[in-house]
């Protein structure tokens, strides 16, 4: 029984959650409205229209736009899937084995990349690429998105692998099983949901980077974000609401994907 | 003491390769580039951008002192980085403020839902995190600019008779940040008020205390380190802000993000004071950390 004046509903609480909720989704929800206008004044409600989007698929932009789509594309699937990987072997190197010295130092270590405040992280590798003569470009920012994506690829997945009991691979050691097959058979399909949710959290968080790309991007070479960004410098254009659109769907899209797989993990683990 | 017998596990051997990776690229591509820029802010600038390898400390004064337009004159306290500095940790606190005051109830509602509603608002609360920054604060600034829908939303039910001029000012990079990092507020509290145990609080209220104080004198102490982390979470990525000041707050409101950006920019750039300025917003952030990490052990052992 809940008494009269028990702490759990506070008056007022709930209206300032649904403000939270509001605040958080109400500018998003106005481009989005905004990009299906057909007026060219970004204020006044002319009609539904899709013409900016298809000015920025056959516009006069459309082809610097396509570059840059192809770039942090390319550039987010390559980033992430190295940043899983190493993110994936240090969560089984600090997660799956017994204690040692230097597991905090190695989980801080892990941690950096979202501790160092960003623009740092942009300075920092300016420096480093412009010291060592390394020429500013594609693969500029491919390796700076690979550091920063470690930490997100690594939290689902060194969660996941410890809600993995240890039973699993005693009981097949005892049953002579070999390290490989323990793997293989055992720990890697048990992993899956948490490399997966890893994989797709870094892939967004590459494709949305604007900070540390715009510092190592070097002339010339651009992606969505920066090329948004170069662009609203004269106004914001209903066809950068259009696009803006577009990637909101993407990472929506990707973040309601993990959270239907960790979802998945809960139910399985209470049957 | 009992011996607990030690069984190897399958892993052991191969940690050191298995975490060699990690440590290669992190240590390469960031802890090395901490460490040059480290170097860099005591070099030369070169007036182009770049360096001259000579050790100097100019970057440094420059940021403190004002010698005048040949470095001749006496130095006087250079006040113009500096208040940049300040106006950051200001507008970084009060976005954390603001943050809290929506953050922390919006936190508490939803761990006293049930748990199926529970993960429901949780994850409608993180997708705009993950949402594009950049597209996010360009959202909000269309919504406030003086002809957007919110004030010809106002002028047209005649509520305002001109814009309210938002734009550009402090309390637009304060809307900014509180925007860009709210949902940083609310995940850590929910966390901590999600293990409360609430039999403490229908204690008190079996005990006639009333709401308030029952959240005042028994809830919030037990919650405090989620509030911390919240805090944190939301303070440090807003001292450090690049975008919602340079889209929002225009030229006069400037703050370090900016102030570091205009250096590595063009030819007008400075890279050893930019280094430097980057080194001091770094040095500032570890100091929150290590404060916060000795609160939070401190308050794990009471």
Partial sequence: ?271 | MTQVYKQKRAFDSLRIWLLLPSWVTIGIFLLIPVGLMLVISFMTKEFRGGVIWELSLAAYDQFLFDRGLFGDEPPTIQWTYIVIFLRSIVQAAIATFFCLLIGFPTAFFIATRDSRNRTFWIFLVTVPYWVNLLIRTVSLKFLIRDNGPINEFMISLGLISEPLGLINTNLAVQLGLFYSYLPFMVLPIYASVERFNFTFSEAAADLYADKWSTLRRIVLPIVAPGIAAGCILVFIPSLGAFLAPDLLGGAKNFMIGSLIEEQFKGNAGNWPFGAAASMILLTMVLIALMLYTRQQAKSELT
Wanted: charged share 15%; glycine share 4%; aromatic share 12%.
């Fill in chain 1, 1 to 271: 029984m809940t008494l009269a004046n028990s702490v759990r509903s506070i008056p007022g609480f709930s209206i300032l959650a649904v403000l939270c909720l509001v605040i958080l989704y109400a500018p998003l929800l106005v481009v989005m409205v905004y990009s299906f206008n057909d007026s060219v004044s970004i204020t006044i409600w002319g009609g539904f229209s899709l013409r900016w989007y298809e000015q920025i698929f056959f516009g006069l932009e459309a082809e610097k736009f396509q570059k840059a789509a192809w770039n942090s594309i390319t550039i987010a699937f390559m980033a992430a899937i190295v940043s899983t990987t190493i993110a994936f072997s240090a969560a089984v190197g600090v997660v799956r084995t017994s204690p040692f010295k230097g597991k905090n130092l190695n989980i801080s270590l892990l941690s950096l990349p979202i501790m160092v405040p960003e623009i740092v992280t942009a300075v920092a590798t300016l420096i480093f690429f412009s010291m060592i003569s390394f020429k500013l470009g594609y693969t500029s920012i491919l390796v700076a998105h690979i550091v920063f994506c470690i930490p997100f690829a690594y939290l689902p997945i060194s969660a996941r692998i410890q809600s993995i009991e240890k039973v699993y691979e005693e009981a097949a050691l005892d049953l002579y099983a070999n390290r490989k097959e323990i793997f293989r058979s055992i720990l890697l399909p048990l992993m899956l949901p948490g490399i997966i949710s890893g994989f797709l959290l870094a892939f967004i968080i590459s494709l949305d980077d604007f900070i540390i790309t715009s510092f190592v991007k070097g002339a010339g070479v651009e992606t969505l974000p920066t090329a948004i960004f170069g662009s609203i410098k004269q106004g914001i254009k209903p066809d950068i609401m259009a696009l803006s659109t577009l990637l909101l769907l993407v990472s929506t899209l990707f973040v309601t994907i993990s959270y239907f797989l960790s979802r998945a993990d809960i139910k399985n683990k209470l049957n």
